[in-house]
């Protein structure tokens, strides 16, 4: 009995494996406007800046083409931002990762006002952006 079970537990993780999705990004709605996939777009990315792909997201962003593929590269020195142009693949962006520039830099948060209605966007949960 222990046999057939050990059979069918396999046979559910072989099956699982292959019918399970690929792993997807932020932004991959945006994939089929974009000329440049994403297994090359990491390429250009590691090859620009060597490490390990922590974060990664296709977005409309200003520079370029406007699509961009933006990844959040790991190394011993720290986090590294490298957008890659989503339909010619140049590197638009190799910095170290800072603050959000949609949200205007670099973001204090205290608690929120009394009189406060909603959190600032973007701020987090209890934050009040200043």
């Known amino acids: 009995m222990e046999s057939i079970m050990n059979r069918i537990?396999?046979?559910?993780?072989?099956?699982?494996?292959?019918?399970?999705?690929?792993?997807?990004?932020?932004?991959?709605?945006f994939e089929p406007s974009a000329k440049v996939k994403i297994p090359a777009a990491r390429s250009v990315a590691l090859k620009a800046h060597p490490g390990s792909i922590a974060a990664e997201e296709l977005e409309r962003e200003k520079g370029g083409s406007g699509l961009r593929y933006s990844f959040d590269?790991?190394?011993?020195a720290g986090t590294q931002e490298v957008g890659v142009d989503a339909m010619s693949g140049q590197v638009l962006e190799d910095a170290?990762?800072?603050?959000?520039?949609?949200?205007?830099?670099?973001?204090?948060?205290?608690?929120?006002?009394?009189?406060?209605?909603?959190?600032?966007?973007?701020?987090?949960?209890?934050?009040?952006?200043?």
């Open 73 to 76: 590269i790991k190394t011993a």
């Open 96 to 130: 170290p990762e800072g603050a959000d520039p949609d949200y205007g830099g670099p973001v204090a948060c205290r608690p929120a006002p009394a009189n406060a209605s909603s959190p600032s966007p973007g701020a987090g949960l209890n934050c009040w952006c200043s």
């Open 9 to 29: 537990l396999t046979t559910l993780c072989v099956v699982g494996a292959f019918a399970s999705p690929a792993l997807a990004f932020t932004g991959q709605d």
